[in-house]
Structures are given as structure tokens and as C-alpha cells.
């Protein structure tokens, strides 16, 4: 028993798409939700901390640099303790930690400590939160899966309008202290979150086969065959050079509105706008995806969206007025909106669900190389030039880059069908629950077949059919 998976979608379970899978959507919801807003809701608390340690912003800054680096770059960790521990038991304890880190971090005494539990102890927490719910997603739908991916993915910009005037509340009530004290309590709820993640039980059986349990045993904790899928390493190589550009202008926006002579409450109502747009633009691509003749394509309106994010930046960084910026943080907020609904669901559709939880934690350490180098560099830019024209431009032609190799990639490299990896799950999941009979052969009957032939021919089923041989 010490290397059986606990919840690892076992073979012959059908995604409900419905019914317990909306109360793990909405566990879902909340953790993406948290994982994302959280390192830039604890920025509201950099001037105090400024204040109390004497240090300078970019010191400060290092906390959600570390959150994040610690979200992405630990995705192979969180990969091999799901497949090792199953996916319930990795969040309760991924919300323990990311509690622990912010209630500690409330009795710190140096930044250095900050960043050890504010940073690598929560973002730790958040990383072994994040996966997991996703994977749970992936085994709960199928049919509605785009929409899912898109409702789940709108936690970021509700919870990041929610977080950062809680965050400034909390500051000027309880001070810094009492405020990653009362946000550590928060981020219990991530725990309960975990327990609403309920594995699927496969299908009884009056006797346990033994050949399959053989086969778990020996199955690879990080499976790396995933790199043998031309349309994974694609989408990995596209997601990097994406990555590079892709969280650079939100960044810079206001400090590019205050630049141009505008009050810091106008500057940052900005990104108010763009989170309020990008609420509504990820359900929205979500059940845009999952229309019948998209879903088939969903690779390409995701090359789709990144061109449509690439363009926005170009146009941005011929902004000269505060109207420009507006205009500028409408289109990014749809465009960002449907790069974050359809991210997970294109790779979901490459690699199958069984492969995911590999998958993931892969992608997300080639990204953490990469969120990590973007906005340092564009800074640097910009101290170089003095002009956020320039950052806005080498955004814009990262991004416009990504979608050019995905799209292309898929295009003439990738001769296999959509459907073709699930096609090969399926036969697999057939073979196996065959194995797994104990009847004689000629006596078995296989329920997926009688299922497909009452669906092939529904018109038949309950009448006398007639033809040449009994017609009189």
C-alpha cells in the first residue's frame, strides 16, 4: 500500500460534470482566487514594513517575488505528492502551511524572517493548494470543463479587488502585525476548501484485481514520457515566451499613468478597471471554448487571445493621455481574461487527464524561470530608456512571439486529431476493466459496448426490427 495512489482518477470513472463537481468548482474558485491575489494583496503592507525594518521598497518587494516564485517553481514538488499522497491530503496541508507562514510572520523581527514565512512558508502552502484543485477540476468535467476552467479562473480578479482594500483596512486598524494575523485565519479556509475535494471511487467489483493494483505500484511519481508529446513541449516552449511579457504591463501601468502627470487615486483606478473587465471576460471564454465547434480548436482561439494580448500592448504603448490608458486597460482586461480561462484548459486537452498532474507542475517550473526574469528585465529597461513606450513594445512582441509558436507549432508539426489522446485513454480504461473480469470470455459481456450500441441505434431498442430473413 505505500506507493498506491489515494485519489488518482481511477480507470472506468466517468466526470460526473455536474453535481458534487460544483461545490469542488467552487473550492476551486477560491483557491485561485487566493493563490494569485495574495502576493499583490500583501504589497498594501510594503510601507510599513519600510517604516518599521528601515529598508528600501525594492527589499519589500523580494516578499511577493518569493510568493510567486514559490507558487510556480514548486509545481514538480506538488506534482509527485499528489501522485504520491492523492490530492485531498496535499491541500489540507498546503492550508495549514500558508496559515502557519502569515500567523508566524506576524511575530517577525526582520525582513529576513518575513521572507522565510511570508514568503517560501505560504507560497509553499498556496503551491500544494493550487495544483491539486486544478487536477480535482480536470477529474469532475469533462462536457463543461471550459466553462469550469473559466469560472474557476475568475478567483484571481474578484479576490484581488477583494483582498487589497481588506488589506489597506486591516493595516490602518490592526497594523501590519494584526493583519497578517487576521489573513493567516483566512487562508484556514483553504483547508476546508481541500475538504471539499472528494476522490471519485471507481466502479465495485466482487473481487479486487490484483493486476492492476500491481500496475499502480510501479507507476512514476513525475512522469516525464509527457516531453514525448510534441504538443506539450510546444505549449510549454509557447507558455515560457509568454510568461516573459505577460504580467509586465500590469505592473507598470500606474507608474506609467503618474508619469504622465495624473494623481495616484486616478492612476490606480486603473487596475481597478481592468480587474472589473476581466471578471466577466473569463466565464464568458469559458463557455466560448466549450461551444461545440471551438472546443475541437480550443488551441488556437488561445493563440487567439495571446495575439489579442500582444496587440493590446503595442497600442498601449502609444498612449499619451489618461483616455489612452483606460482604452488601453479595457481590451487588456479581456485579453488577459481569456489567456487565464484558457491556459489549463488547453493543456488539459493536450495531455489528457491522466498525464495532468505531471503536466502542471512541469509547466509551472518553466514558468517560474520566467516570471521571475520578465519584470526584473523590464524594469532594468526602463531605467535604461526612461520610457515606458519601449517596455510596452518588448511585452507586446513576447507575447505576440508565444502565440505565433503555438499556433504554428500545432499547425505543421502536430498531424494527430484532438480527440486522438482521449481516443487511446478510452481503449486503454477498456482493456483494463476487460483484465479485470474473471468471467469466461465467451460468456463476458462488455458494458461500454452494449452502452454505444443502445446509443448508435436508440430507435431500435424496445421494437422488432425486420428484414428479408424474418419479414413474411
Not at 474558485?29 to 494569485?36: C, D, V
Not at 473481487?207 to 505500484?217: I, L, Q, T
Request: glycine share 10%; with cysteine.
Amino acid at each position: 500500500m505505500g506507493a498506491v495512489v489515494a485519489d488518482d482518477g481511477p480507470s472506468g470513472v466517468k466526470a460526473p460534470d455536474g453535481g458534487w463537481g460544483w461545490a469542488v468548482l467552487f473550492g476551486c474558485f477560491i483557491i485561485t482566487g487566493f493563490s494569485y491575489a495574495f502576493p499583490k494583496a500583501v504589497s498594501v503592507f510594503f510601507k510599513e514594513l519600510i517604516r518599521e525594518f528601515g529598508i528600501g521598497y525594492s527589499d519589500t518587494a523580494w516578499i511577493s517575488s518569493i510568493l510567486l516564485a514559490m507558487l510556480y517553481g514548486t509545481g514538480p514538488l506538488c506534482s509527485v505528492c499528489v501522485n504520491r499522497f492523492g490530492c485531498r491530503p496535499v491541500m489540507l496541508v498546503g492550508g495549514l502551511f500558508a496559515s502557519m507562514g502569515m500567523v508566524t510572520a506576524s511575530f517577525c523581527t526582520s525582513i529576513v524572517q518575513i521572507y522565510l514565512t511570508a514568503g517560501v512558508i505560504t507560497g509553499l502552502g498556496l503551491a500544494l493548494n493550487f495544483q491539486p484543485s486544478l487536477i480535482m477540476l480536470t477529474r469532475y468535467f469533462d462536457k463543461r470543463r471550459p466553462l469550469a476552467n473559466g469560472l474557476s479562473a475568475a478567483g484571481s480578479p474578484v479576490f484581488l479587488c477583494a483582498l487589497s482594500p481588506l488589506g489597506q483596512i486591516l493595516q490602518h486598524e490592526y497594523g501590519w502585525r494584526g493583519g497578517f494575523l487576521i489573513l493567516g485565519g483566512m487562508l484556514l479556509n483553504c483547508c476546508v476548501c481541500g475538504a471539499l475535494m472528494r476522490p471519485l471511487e471507481p466502479p465495485k467489483k466482487s473481487e479486487a484485481p490484483k493486476e492492476p493494483a500491481e500496475k499502480k505500484v510501479k507507476k512514476k511519481l513525475l512522469d516525464f514520457s509527457v516531453f514525448k508529446d510534441g504538443g506539450f513541449v510546444i505549449y510549454t516552449l509557447a507558455a515560457s515566451i509568454m510568461v516573459l511579457g505577460l504580467f509586465v504591463p500590469p505592473v507598470f501601468v500606474v507608474s506609467y499613468a503618474k508619469d504622465l502627470g495624473y494623481p495616484d487615486t486616478k492612476a490606480a483606478f486603473l487596475l481597478t478597471i481592468l480587474g472589473f473587465i476581466d471578471i466577466f471576460a473569463r466565464p464568458v471564454c469559458g463557455m466560448v471554448a466549450g461551444l461545440k465547434w471551438v472546443r475541437p480548436r480550443c488551441v488556437y482561439l488561445f493563440s487567439f487571445a495571446m495575439i489579442f494580448n500582444g496587440f493590446t500592448d503595442l497600442m498601449g504603448s502609444m498612449s499619451v493621455d489618461y483616455g489612452g490608458l483606460v482604452v488601453f486597460c479595457i481590451f487588456f482586461g479581456i485579453s488577459y481574461g481569456m489567456v487565464g480561462a484558457l491556459q489549463f484548459e488547453v493543456l488539459m486537452a493536450i495531455v489528457g487527464t491522466q498525464k495532468f498532474s505531471s503536466a502542471i507542475g512541469l509547466v509551472l517550473l518553466a514558468e517560474a524561470m520566467a516570471v521571475l526574469i520578465g519584470p526584473p528585465s523590464a524594469g532594468k529597461l526602463l531605467d535604461a530608456t526612461g520610457r515606458y513606450m519601449f517596455v510596452f513594445i518588448i511585452a507586446g512582441i513576447e507575447v505576440t512571439t508565444s502565440a505565433l509558436v503555438l499556433a504554428l507549432g500545432n499547425f505543421f508539426c502536430i498531424k494527430k486529431k484532438p480527440e486522438e489522446p482521449h481516443a487511446k485513454e478510452e481503449a486503454a480504461e477498456r482493456e483494463e476493466l476487460n483484465k479485470c473480469e474473471d468471467r469466461p470470455e465467451d460468456t463476458r459481456v462488455d458494458s461500454i459496448e452494449v452502452e454505444q450500441f443502445l446509443k448508435d441505434e436508440p430507435e431500435k431498442n424496445g421494437e422488432v426490427v425486420t428484414n428479408p430473413e424474418t419479414c413474411v
